[in-house]
């Protein structure tokens, strides 16, 4: 069916002259959600191995979940990261304007509030760790520690990242490549912020019920 | 914090001393010799020549898709040789030591291989054949192949390409090192926990596993992205979905599998490596541990990999079945279909890999109907091949043979696949040597497909074809070997030998064995044709010399570009019109036409930052595997380091002009992967200005 | 015994059999342990497995068929019908598609009334010729031994397992240390033997008769020499050999049994035997295990070269 002789004679053009136009910033967000999609998984296969270790079986006679989680301080903890989302949305919003100040400032609180979601983060687990629940003491205390600690490695990177374009919008303006990867940011940004939200769900509210 | 390991530890050297190098074993010291050698049979003709330079700029630093592939496949046939002499290894092994009146030899009770050393070898053997040989080779085809098939310049992100290469040849490079350092996993490729957990395997051997494919599935990952991206963004003008060939098409589903699943299997060996190494409790037998989620984490990324093989195979298969048969593929969108259809299946079947868990009857038949499901659109595509050949013209060259041999493959693996999906027939044969024969049909369907598209596409990348005369000795005495062996083991499975057995205790065994060693033999002969295939090829290049469409009835994109494909590809994009393109050029007789002017375009340049992520990469591995931490820090840090300073440098490529590539193309000599340098200085370089950004 | 469904069973299986041994070049088919199933469990496998076969050689026999005819009757040289256009047809698409679909359903079923009739756990294939007490046998693998506990016997042995015949028998196991597989390939179904979990198995034979038992699941450096010794044997000779063992002077406690739980090859599976055994013996097993007891693994595990005796004896061990 597909081998039809061309009737009237006239071919079809054979090749495509011209520039293809690349559109350098859609190919890099599509990669980059493609990306996401693996990290998803990454979070899929800890969240799984969370829920089989998150019996009384698999505390080993050690503190359980209700025991371990602070649904209080984690609430401080998603405050912190939704504003921090928050903050580099308004950057993204001086991107489209081209405003270079604004970029700057939205990223620093960005930071600024990453941060703090870390500081609480780890004042959280030094805690634990005084009260002698670590991640060595039974099956469940490691996927708790592991998980939460896997999201919290996420955002170390994203903060270095951002710190990374901090620089580079200070050096190089809003050039293609810094503006795909500003996006990119975003993307991974609001991305990590939506994983815990199902840490904060699935750990720290589930755990008090 | 830190797991206490045994054996001496120091900050410098981490737990490596003198005694970590096996020079008493001659086994390995042979081994180690043999690598030299070959090794500097390599090496010495490149510093003869004073070709360092050029191995450095053209193949090193590369980011040429073609080139990148090449090295995926040579990286491949080279493990998979290795994997070869593992598999030569264990049969000699087994042949010995049968019965309990067996001698033994080099401080063996039985045979020649003490448990500890034949128990390093068959995890190797997997390791290497699963990991190393077969995944590399087939993400070279899609390489090489799939941005041709689509009418692209190169792949979406060429560095990140060179990345992948480099990760996965990491991973290599901490197998071989096991060899010669250290020792290997004795758990299996599978890494069986609890036996992988520091209890049990104290030595280093299940770090270099867990750190090989770790670093390596993330090259893996890498690919897929980068491969869908292609396929999804890269296509020619024209090349709507329902034009995609079939080989482009089953590389997007393989990827969308590999993307999708290369993290699970992150996932479980980063708990595993968690509980080596900081001593949490994901894995162990106590404490809260659950064995049972490593098994299931690691076969919910096993299976799915499974596919991740086959499907490019199938595509390699529905490739060169119709060039050969010079009729179009029957059925092109019940192919597709069926190819996606595998794709999602293989998401539901993991638990058939352990139906003797002691799952209840109902889990256990849901997981059998639905591995059972796959054979439905596997027998889809075996009609849609058998009615490709119906009415053809068929020509039985080396790759077409390779091809239709898949084919009983395939329909052995299947009858056996469909046995071992049985729970009831599956605790008869599960663990059984039955199983290995049954999943050897279906990876040498995998590696038989590879050798068709190794023959078919050979002549694409290098401008010559293979020797024809030595290549069918290589398939004949290869299809010998695989007849010979697997028949015995079948029958071994149904005597009750089980997997892994280092010493047999069961003398009634032995004719059975004694034939699989001569399976072994032919396999061997088969590697002297290989090999021959090769010379003779080489030897004879000018005669074998090809135009752009090697085998005259080719019928997709890539063969309406030069043989060899030059650097750039296609001198001007080709406009799509219809599936099978080539094809409906030659029917309309203008495959001759040729593009009337050339316009410029804009070519990436070669970096050195994926080569040095590599190399750092196995700083980072071996590190962690001596536990030198300094070194694994370092490394790590320095990776951070180079991909920030990479985000820095501004370089955009270059443009090649359309005067260069008037001269390239007008050039009467072959272009291409081999002859790159020579014909860029031979245009002139101050065509190629800086490109601009944006 | 035989429930009649079996009987059918073997009225099937026998030519089939037959057929399958003369495929087999001719030779005796007395290795093919598979082929020669001890009664009811063993004999629903195989019989599934035969099932399995003739409907997938059904459906592959005609493809290798027209595989090979087509390879001879389309080959360029013999210049046959060519028809470069012919690329598609729905009624034979739909007819690929509807085959093995129609297998699937045809072998799913068999699937679901195989895996009720040997459910390891339950198999309802033993329940009509149910009829005594089952016998219940604890068997606990270590770093590479069989120790199977009768706990209402008090007693236990090392790498032999001794079980009335027509009687159906229970097992519970689980395994100090890594996974193990049972296996009898005659007898019973293989299940998976795991620390700090328990399984089931369970099997029946009508006939008296040795068996050879092995672990399928790789442990370790001692794997190949976890082989145990299965005797079938007359209810009689079974109440006789569980009197003689109950007078073993050997004792087994948790105490003595973390002694025999060290790293141990067993060369030529040597049996030993037990008598004042703890009849909890494999709840302390399965409860150190998720304590987290690790019976110490030595580095390297020398393999004893058997002596000649020894060695002849273990090679006649099966039948």
């Known amino acids: ?90 950057a993204t919003v001086a991107l489209k304007r081209g405003n270079r100040a604004g970029v700057v400032l939205g990223m620093l609180a960005a930071i600024g509030l990453g941060v703090v979601f870390l500081g609480l983060e780890l004042a959280d687990f030094a805690s634990l760790f005084h009260a002698g629940a670590t991640p060595f003491t039974s099956g469940f205390l490691s996927a708790f520690f592991v998980l939460i600690a896997s999201h919290g490695l996420h955002m170390v990177f994203g903060l270095l990242w951002m710190l990374v374009m901090l620089v580079q919008v200070l050096r190089f303006g809003f050039s293609t490549a810094v503006v795909a990867q500003l996006l990119n940011l975003r993307l991974f940004w609001q991305f990590q912020a939506s994983v815990w939200v199902c840490v904060y769900v699935f750990v720290y509210l589930k755990g008090t019920i | 914090m830190l797991v206490h390991v045994p054996g001496p530890w120091s900050p410098l050297f981490g737990r490596l001393t003198l005694d970590s190098i096996p020079y008493s074993n001659p086994i390995i010291i042979f081994a180690f010799a043999f690598s030299v050698i070959a090794g500097l049979l390599v090496l010495v003709p490149v510093v003869y020549y004073r070709k360092i330079g050029y191995l450095f700029r053209e193949w090193l630093t590369t980011v040429d898709h073609k080139k990148i592939g090449i090295i995926y ?112 996993s004795t758990a299996g490729w599978v890494g069986l926990a609890p036996l992988t957990e520091v209890s049990y395997s104290p030595s280093v051997g299940v770090d270099y596993w867990l750190w090989a494919i770790q670093i390596s599935s993330i090259g893996t990952t890498l690919n897929s992205i980068n491969m869908i991206a292609t396929i999804v963004g890269m296509r020619a003008p024209g090349m709507r979905w329902d034009r995609l060939p079939i080989f482009t098409w089953t590389t997007l589903s393989t990827n969308i599998i590999g993307l999708t699943s290369f993290p699970i299997l992150g996932v479980a060996l980063a708990l595993l490596g968690a509980d080596r190494y900081l001593g949490t409790h994901f894995f162990t037998a106590g404490l809260g541990g659950d064995l049972m989620l490593y098994t299931n984490l690691f076969w919910i990324w096993g299976h799915p990999e499974v596919y991740f093989l086959v499907l490019p195979a199938f595509g390699i298969i529905s490739e060169v079945i119709p060039t050969f048969a010079e009729k179009p593929l029957f059925g092109y969108i019940t192919m597709v279909a069926a190819t996606f259809a595998i794709a999602g299946i293989s998401w539901l079947v993991w638990l058939h890999h352990f139906f003797t868990m002691g799952a209840g009857p109902y889990v256990n038949t849901f997981f059998s109907v639905a591995t059972m499901l796959v054979g439905i659109p596997t027998g889809v595509k075996v009609f849609n091949w058998v009615f490709t050949l119906y009415r053809g013209r068929l020509t039985f060259t080396a790759p077409m043979l390779w091809a239709v041999g898949a084919l009983f493959l395939l329909l052995i693996g299947g009858v056996t696949g469909m046995m071992l999906a049985i729970p009831a027939v599956n605790y008869t044969v599960h663990n059984s040597v039955f199983v290995i024969a049954h999943f050897h049909c279906m990876v040498l369907l995998i590696a038989y497909s590879i050798f068709a598209a190794t023959g078919y596409w050979f002549p694409k990348v290098f401008g010559f074809r293979l020797d024809e005369r030595s290549g069918k000795a290589f398939f004949y005495t290869f299809s010998l070997g695989t007849a010979v062996l697997f028949i015995a083991m079948f029958a071994l499975g149904f005597m009750g030998e089980t997997r892994r057995l280092d010493y047999l205790y069961n003398t009634q065994w032995m004719p059975a064995l004694v034939v699989e060693e001569i399976g072994i033999g032919f396999y061997t002969l088969s590697c002297y044709y290989f090999a021959k295939m090769l010379y003779v090829s080489i030897r004879d290049r000018v005669k074998n010399r090809v135009g752009a469409d090697a085998w005259g009835t080719s019928r997709t994109l890539e063969w309406l570009t030069h043989s060899p494909v030059p650097f750039y590809n296609f001198a001007v994009t080709p406009q799509v019109n219809t599936r099978d393109e080539l094809s409906w050029r030659y029917a309309n007789k203008v495959a001759d036409v040729q593009p009337d002017h050339f316009e410029a375009f804009h070519m990436p340049n070669n970096t050195v930052v994926p080569l040095l992520i590599g190399i750092l990469g196995f700083g980072f591995g071996f590190g962690m595997v001596w536990r030198i931490w300094w070194m694994a820090g370092f490394s790590l840090l320095a990776i951070i380091a180079v991909v920030i300073y990479r985000s820095f440098a501004r370089d955009k490529g270059y443009i090649l002009t359309a005067e260069a590539l008037a001269k390239l193309e007008s050039a009467n000599k072959p272009l291409g992967v081999v002859a790159e340098t020579q014909y860029l200085s031979e245009s002139n370089t101050s065509h190629m200005a800086e490109a601009e950004a944006h | 015994m035989i429930p009649s469904r079996h009987r059918r069973i073997t009225l099937f299986s026998r030519p089939l059999l037959f057929l399958s041994a003369l495929l087999l070049s001719g030779c005796s088919t007395v290795s093919y342990r598979l082929f020669h199933p001890a009664d009811s469990i063993a004999s629903v496998e195989w019989h599934y497995t035969i099932v399995d076969v003739v409907v997938m050689l059904l459906i592959t026999l005609p493809i290798t068929f027209m595989i090979a005819l087509f390879m001879w009757r389309y ?59 089952p016998l219940q046998v604890d068997v606990v693998t270590t770093d590479w031994q069989w120790v199977f506990i009768y706990p209402q016997q008090g007693i236990a042995t090392i790498d032999d397992l001794v079980v009335p015949q027509g009687r159906a028998v229970n097992l519970r196991l689980t395994s100090t240390s890594v996974v193990n597989d049972f296996f009898i390939p005659q007898v019973a179904p293989m299940i998976d033997v795991m620390p700090g979990m328990r399984t089931k198995d369970a099997f029946e034979v009508n006939h008296a008769g040795n068996y050879e038992g092995y672990s399928a699941d790789f442990s370790g450096a001692g794997f190949s020499w976890m082989q145990f010794s299965t005797r079938i044997v007359s209810p009689v000779d079974f109440d006789a050999w569980v009197k003689q063992t109950q007078a073993s002077p050997a004792k087994l406690g948790y105490a003595q049994f973390r002694q025999l739980a060290q790293p141990t090859v067993n060369v030529g599976a040597k049996p030993a035997y037990f008598s004042g055994v703890d009849a909890d013996l494999f709840n302390q097993v399965y409860n150190a295990a998720l304590h987290g007891t690790v019976y110490p693994v030595p580095a390297e595990v020398p393999i004893p070269v058997p002596a000649k005796t020894a060695a002849a004896q273990a090679g006649s061990a099966h039948s």
Not at chain 1, 5 to 17: R, S
Not at chain 1, 47 to 74: C, K, R, W
Not at chain 2, 135 to 155: S, W
Not at chain 3, 78 to 107: C, K, Q, T
Request: proline share 5%; no cysteine.
């Open chain 1, 1 to 90: 069916m597909q081998m039809n002789i061309v009737k009237d004679g006239k071919i079809p053009p054979l090749w495509h002259y011209g520039h293809e136009e690349h559109d350098v910033i859609g190919a890099k967000t599509f990669g980059f959600w493609l990306y996401m999609l693996s990290d998803a998984l990454l979070f899929a296969g800890l969240f799984a191995a969370y829920g089989v270790l998150d019996h009384t079986m698999n505390a080993a006679g050690g503190p359980t979940e209700s025991q371990v989680v602070h649904p209080i301080a984690a609430t401080w903890q998603t405050f912190a990261v939704l504003s921090s989302v928050f903050a580099y949305s308004l």
């Open chain 2, 73 to 184: 496949i040579l990286l491949g046939l080279v493990m998979m040789f290795r994997g070869f002499v593992d598999g030569m290894m264990i049969r000699t092994q087994q042949v010995m030591a049968d019965g309990p009146h067996s001698g033994g030899v080099l401080g063996a009770a039985h045979g020649y291989l003490p448990p500890e050393h034949f128990d390093q070898i068959y995890s190797s053997h997997g390791t290497l054949m699963i990991i190393f040989a077969v995944t590399p080779i087939l993400t070279g085809l899609g390489n090489i192949i799939v941005p041709l098939q689509i009418g692209a310049r190169d792949m979406a992100f060429p560095m990140m390409n060179a990345i992948s290469l480099w990760l996965t040849t990491v991973g290599a490079m901490l197998v071989m090192a096991s060899l010669f350092i250290g020792d290997f």
């Open chain 3, 75 to 133: 080959s360029k040289k013999r210049n046959a019908a060519y028809d470069p256009n012919w690329s598609h047809s729905l009624g034979l698409e739909l007819l690929m598609w509807g085959v093995p679909f129609i297998v699937v359903v045809v072998l799913g079923y068999y699937s679901y009334q195989s895996a009720m009739l040997v459910n390891p756990y339950a198999p309802t294939v033993l329940k009509s010729a149910e009829a005594d007490a």
